[in-house]
């Protein structure tokens, strides 16, 4: 919401569709990383199964949805064809959807979750190295992204103490 800024008004370049569709997604992913620990979790899948099968229903629902005139240009070119199946689709969305599952397995939800917190303080400072103006509006955003991050790991280290607090005084009475 800071850095798009969408109560500007007329002289902004935004769009307030655009930024609620923003906000939408972010709590659809918000809320895959609960779902998944809840109720995918418990099968003990290995990450690489769960992205496997995200990946093929979500090309059987893509072929089922999608409009495929004029998609045989990109086999024109071999290296764009390359591209898009290996850059964007094993590089690109295969590994973030191997490496979100591993986080959920490995640190849990809340700590996962964290992670994803990190891109769009990268596409800010991306922005700012090849030109974009960055203020102190987006400077803030970014201030609150990574002491969000600090609070989520601050927090799951106490939790961990606490834990451990815990069983010892158990350990100790028994």
Do not use: C
């Amino acid at each position: 919401m800071l850095t798009a800024r969408p109560w500007e008004g007329a002289g902004n370049p935004i769009d307030l569709a655009d930024v609620f569709w923003m906000l939408a997604g972010s709590i659809v992913l918000g809320t895959s990383y609960v779902y998944v620990r809840r109720f995918l979790s418990p099968f003990s899948l290995p990450p690489l199964a769960l992205v496997t099968w995200q990946m093929g229903l979500a090309l059987l629902i893509l072929t089922v949805l999608t409009d495929f005139t004029g998609i045989g240009h990109i086999l024109h070119d071999w290296r764009a064809a390359a591209g898009v199946v290996v850059g964007l689709g094993i590089l690109g969305t295969g590994t973030a959807f191997l490496l979100y599952y591993f986080l959920l397995q490995e640190l849990g939800a809340v700590a996962a979750s964290g992670s994803t917190y990190i891109t769009p303080t990268v596409a800010l400072l991306i922005g700012w190295v090849v030109g974009e103006k960055v203020g102190v509006l987006e400077v803030s955003a970014i201030a609150l992204i990574l002491a969000s991050i600090a609070m989520l790991q601050i927090g799951r280290q106490r939790a961990a103490r606490e834990t451990a607090q815990s069983l010892g005084t158990t350990a100790a009475r028994s």
